[in-house]
């Protein structure tokens, strides 16, 4: 039965996109997309090209007919069929290209109007989808990639997962929100799902019910990054496993009800919840779903910021898991087709993409891991990455982005060169680059975050970073802060070197970066930033790093 | 046509902070500086302009500025 949008009874203050989405639903954009596969993309009109998020597929700059598509990989569970549809998509319209998102999403570029309905056709013959992975909509789904297999999971998330994508995704009581929607789910106690920026997330929890230890989950609401960053908060609830589809139904409900839809930049459901506050969201979570038991036991007890690089024994005995880095997250239609090639051999078929943008082969017999490690593959796509190289996340840039002032990927591949070159560290320092306020590259979070600015001068006109130090997740969760000094683009990695040898010199045992920011107080760190600014500028390394 | 956000400074004044139209990056860089220039009576030296943001030009688009 269609549900009551109560938002339309008075329609004078609801933002453009809302009545375009009053007009005609999201999904029904898809229908269309064939008929605009005939007439070519001229016959776009302006409204459905806005609606074609709710396919999956976005404009690319410089809006020449060209696109960007999201295919949703619900906590980046792939298989080796799955794989290859995935690289021959690439291989035959996208260039070559395939990009790993901080959501264990897949993007293409470079896709034409006309080549989408067999790109459709071929992504629905493997049980892919690219169907709300982009709207106002819930999104694809963040989780832990090693479900099913991880000694640090409670329990395996996998089909509570598929069974919460069969209610959410779809379905058109929910294909209208006032804006993007992002789900988290995981069992991993290193919050692998990175619970605190997504619109709703449950987490790891026990409660003792009737004498019992029951295994569930807690829930987060609000969190969420671009331009007005916020953490979720944490509702007074324990979720039994079975009862999580009804609550992330119930919150979904509330966010589509309740949620503002005035001003698209007021709109995600962090808005509505730092105006209600935990107890209110959660009084009217129960007057929808009943009620449920208070607060249990935290189980996360750290975050490993979705990083798996490496071999780790599984829960499984005799098999193991090989995590491997994709530098800055974008692989090749090729190379594709190979790890699902070694998945095959090696494993089960089974390949798992990562938040941190990497891959993971899983259910490898231990006694094939040395074999594994010897495949050219893996040369590239190493499982022992250098430290810098291992650890960081990029935005798309303004190589396709039409909001990016700057280019991302190239840049932070040199900067992570560079570094890796100069600096040998045993701890990780992430580090994270975005090309405009928009935080797909979640810079936030990043020990240390880059966002770009276009910077002219009498020299002309130049990429320049703003760094941010000392952001975190799990336990102690909080953003990083801004430092003053725009740095050249050409003279970041030389700053940052400096910056870094500082917390080498100074580090307490086993102290990460963001701990060692807050330790010795964002005004040290500045001195510091001032200085190694000042001294870069005039050194012989700016030929050397502008060089690289 | 898109919505730039940049700061502007100018030798001896604080940052200025520009919102502008414009089709293009450099497009928008000049935009900035020449309304920089008319808003003294003085001859101005910018010394660099920095977009910071840029957005679709849409009604009702805007940027909120903070100090």
Redesign the interface.
């Known amino acids: 039965m269609a549900y009551q949008k109560v938002w339309a009874e008075d329609t004078s203050k609801l933002?453009?996109m809302e009545l375009l989405k009053l007009e005609k639903d999201g999904l029904d954009v898809i229908a269309d997309v064939y008929r605009y596969a005939k007439l070519g993309y001229e016959a776009i009109t302006p409204d459905d090209m806005d609606r074609l998020k709710w396919a999956g597929i976005y404009q690319q700059k410089p809006k020449d007919g060209h696109f960007m598509m999201r295919v949703r990989i619900h906590s980046g569970i792939l298989n080796s069929a799955q794989a290859r549809a995935l690289a021959g998509i690439s291989r035959d319209y996208g260039r070559g290209l395939v990009d790993i998102t901080t959501r264990q999403a897949v993007q293409f570029h470079w896709l034409r109007i006309e080549n989408m309905p067999d790109i459709f056709g071929r992504l629905s013959a493997v049980g892919l989808s690219s169907f709300e992975a982009c709207g106002d909509c819930p999104r694809t789904f963040v989780g832990n990639p090693l479900a099913g297999i991880d000694p640090d999971e409670l329990m395996d998330t996998t089909e509570l997962v598929e069974e919460l994508s069969k209610a959410i995704h779809l379905n058109r009581e929910f294909s209208n929100l006032p804006r993007k929607y992002k789900i988290s789910l995981s069992a991993n106690i290193y919050n692998t799902g990175h619970a605190e920026i997504n619109d709703l997330s449950f987490t790891p929890a026990s409660k003792v019910i009737d004498g019992k230890e029951v295994i569930g989950f807690h829930v987060w609401v609000g969190g969420g990054l671009s331009?007005h960053p916020y953490l979720a908060q944490q509702l007074d609830c324990f979720v039994r496993p079975e009862d999580v589809v009804k609550v992330a139904v119930g919150v979904t409900t509330i966010f589509r009800d309740y949620g503002y839809r005035e001003?698209r930049t007021h709109a995600r459901l962090k808005f509505l919840m730092a105006d209600w506050g935990p107890e209110k969201f959660l009084e009217k979570l129960k007057e929808l779903v009943g009620d449920l038991p208070s607060r249990g036991t935290d189980r996360i007890v750290g975050w490993n910021a979705g990083y798996f690089t490496g071999v780790h024994p599984q829960k499984q005995d005799g098999l193991s898991y090989v995590g491997l880095s994709v530098h800055v997250g974008r692989v090749s239609a090729d190379e594709l087709f190979q790890l699902a090639d070694l998945a095959d051999k090696y494993g089960n078929g089974s390949i798992r993409t990562c938040n941190s943008q990497n891959i993971i082969l899983p259910n490898i017999p231990n006694e094939k891991v040395e074999a594994l490690l010897q495949e050219p593959l893996l040369q590239r796509l190493t499982p022992f990455p250098k430290v810098f190289e291992g650890h960081a996340i990029s935005c798309t840039g303004n190589e396709f982005c039409?909001?990016a002032?700057t280019e991302t990927k190239e840049r932070m591949k040199s900067i992570t060169d560079y570094l890796d070159s100069r600096i040998e560290l045993d701890t990780p320092i992430r580090i994270h680059v975005n090309g405009?306020?928009n935080s797909c590259g979640q810079r936030q979070i990043a020990d240390i975050g880059l966002q770009g600015?276009?910077?002219?001068?009498a020299n002309g006109?130049k990429d320049?970073f703003d760094i941010f130090v000392g952001g975190t997740l799990g336990p102690g969760a909080r953003f990083n802060v801004r430092l003053k000094g725009?740095v050249d683009g050409d003279l970041v990695a030389p700053v940052l070197e400096r910056l870094i040898l500082f917390y080498k010199e100074q580090r307490l045992h086993g102290e990460l970066f963001h701990q060692f920011v807050h330790r010795v107080g964002l005004q040290v760190i500045q001195e510091r930033l001032d200085a190694a600014i000042a001294e870069v500028a005039g050194s012989e390394e700016v030929a050397a790093a502008k060089d690289k | 046509m898109f919505l730039y956000r940049i700061e502007c400074q100018v030798k001896g004044k604080d940052l200025e902070h520009v919102i502008v139209l414009a089709e293009s990056d450099l497009h928008a860089f000049d935009c900035a500086e020449r309304l920089v220039k008319q808003q003294s009576l003085a001859p101005v030296d910018i010394l660099e302009t920095v977009i910071l943001e840029k957005k679709p030009a849409k009604l009702g688009a805007g940027y909120v500025i903070l100090p």
Not at chain 1, 453 to 457: D, F, G, H, I, S
């Open positions: 933002n453009k331009t001003k039409n909001l002032i405009c306020p600015a276009l910077v002219k001068t006109v320049a725009r």
